[in-house]
């Protein structure tokens, strides 16, 4: 199993780097697909249990990129944010509104690789189990907003455009997703 590792470039960087695509930069364009793919894969893995499926619509999200950059659509800011609006867009047209973290899924995005050393990886496989079965209790909306801005590293913003939410409304969420998880773990030490 591969876990899902999220390394995302910095936002001068992401704004240079969709200049130069939307300008024809044929270069551009692969260095986006080489940065990015990674990212929207492990998005969707999230939610996709098959791993072909998910990289077949991680596929997609770059053919509907690449078709924008040609049409003159193509995202003005915030390509991240454009990428994962339609990786999520994407999900609806395949699921419809069936919207559930596969079990396995969610445990690759807890258990990020370490280097191995058998006490700590044990205590971490240990908070890794807790974590999960944590955020297995959280509502779908708030197991998304914490993927999206921790597991993603998205902006307030952009994970507000892709939730189609106000920032405010995602605060608001995020607020009470992070305080309902810590609710979760500290009962759990309780017991």
Known sequence: MMPIVIVLPDLPAEDRLLSRARNGDQNAIM???EVY?????GYLRLRVEETMIAEDLASEVFVRLITAFRERKAPTHSLRG??????????????????KFTVTTLEEWVNAPHEYEPEI???RETDARRT????????????????????Q????????????????AVKSLQFRAVEALRRILVESDGR
């Open 31 to 33: 260095e986006i697909y």
């Open 82 to 99: 454009w990428l994962f609006k339609v990786a999520r867009t994407l999900l609806y047209e395949h699921h419809g509104q069936k919207r």
């Open 153 to 168: 590293m998205l902006s307030l913003q952009d994970t507000a455009d892709i939730m189609g939410k106000s920032l405010s």
């Open 132 to 151: 999960q079965a944590a955020l297995k209790q959280l509502s779908e909306e708030q197991q998304e907003v914490l993927i999206l801005r921790f597991g």
């Open 121 to 123: 990886e044990f205590m």
């Open 37 to 41: 793919f990674s990212p929207v894969y």
